[in-house]
């Protein structure tokens, strides 16, 4: 049974920091793509980066030259660190992790709230 465990969310002004974490644990052989995801209410659940087990990252135009996001592959973790957050970041954010064992399946985190108050 494979499980992602998610960290690091909270309250925060705008203009400061927070950092996420994701870590896979379980059977598995492989973690292919990471990539965290977020949803406001009201609204419908968005990608905001990912990044593939080589390294290749992407983002949403919204949270690029704030967020970065990165991985531990040693760890099967991955990290969001989150800059300048904005009233607008609040939202539950949720880790995604495509995963190979038998055969590749996504699995989700059971998601972190992270409100940034003006």
């Known amino acids: 049974q494979v499980q992602l465990v998610e960290s690091g969310g909270g309250l925060v002004q705008a203009g400061g920091s927070l950092r996420l974490s994701c870590a896979a644990s379980?059977?598995?052989?492989?973690?292919?793509?990471m990539g965290w995801y977020r949803q406001a209410p009201g609204k419908q659940r968005e990608l905001v980066a990912d990044?593939?087990?080589?390294?290749?990252?992407g983002y949403a135009d919204s949270v690029k030259g704030r967020f970065t996001i990165s991985r531990d592959n040693a760890k099967s973790t991955v990290y969001l660190q989150m800059n300048n957050l904005k009233p607008e970041d609040t939202a539950v954010y949720y880790c995604?992790?495509?995963?190979?064992?038998?055969?590749?399946?996504?699995?989700w985190g059971q998601g972190t709230q992270v409100t940034v108050s003006s």
């Open positions: 995604n992790a495509n995963i190979f064992w038998a055969g590749s399946s996504d699995y």
């Open positions: 379980g059977i598995f052989l492989k973690v292919n793509t």
């Open positions: 990044i593939t087990s080589g390294g290749s990252t």
